[in-house]
């Protein structure tokens, strides 16, 4: 109880303090940020930290701006996948861009079904 008695105030006061330094995010400012990722997947990348080559296969945002990419090595061991890892985009640097692919129907929204009314669908089961 006694780290919340601090916490709440201490993090009140560091979004009043980002408010008044730099107002709040203008809706033209969030759209920018939004969906604006330098690494397109599939590009093989190179992590500048631990050197950790591989593709980029999946990517995500977080609450505050922090862009996540999640890279496969292509390398095996014992026969299986080494794990994939995921890393700052910051830290990865694009050794080849990712090559184009057809982007296939994987389902999404179906159309409308029609349905017969419950006479037909009676009379079709004593049938």
Request: with cysteine; proline share 6%; aromatic share 8%.
């Amino acid at each position: 109880m006694a780290t919340l008695a601090w916490t709440l105030p201490t993090l009140l006061g560091a979004w009043f303090l980002r408010k008044q330094l730099f107002g709040p995010l203008k809706s033209a400012d969030k759209e920018i940020a939004m969906n604006t990722f330098k690494i397109e997947l599939g590009a093989e990348v190179k992590d500048r930290i631990t050197g950790l080559k591989g593709i980029c296969v999946a990517r995500s945002e977080w609450l505050y701006g922090c862009r996540r990419y999640v890279v496969q090595p292509p390398e095996l061991k014992d026969g299986k996948p080494v794990d994939s890892t995921c890393f700052d985009e910051d830290s990865l640097e694009v050794l080849a861009q990712a090559a184009p692919h057809a982007v296939k129907d994987t389902g999404g929204p179906q159309p409308e079904l029609t349905r017969h009314s419950t006479e037909v669908q009676a009379q079709g089961a004593v049938a």
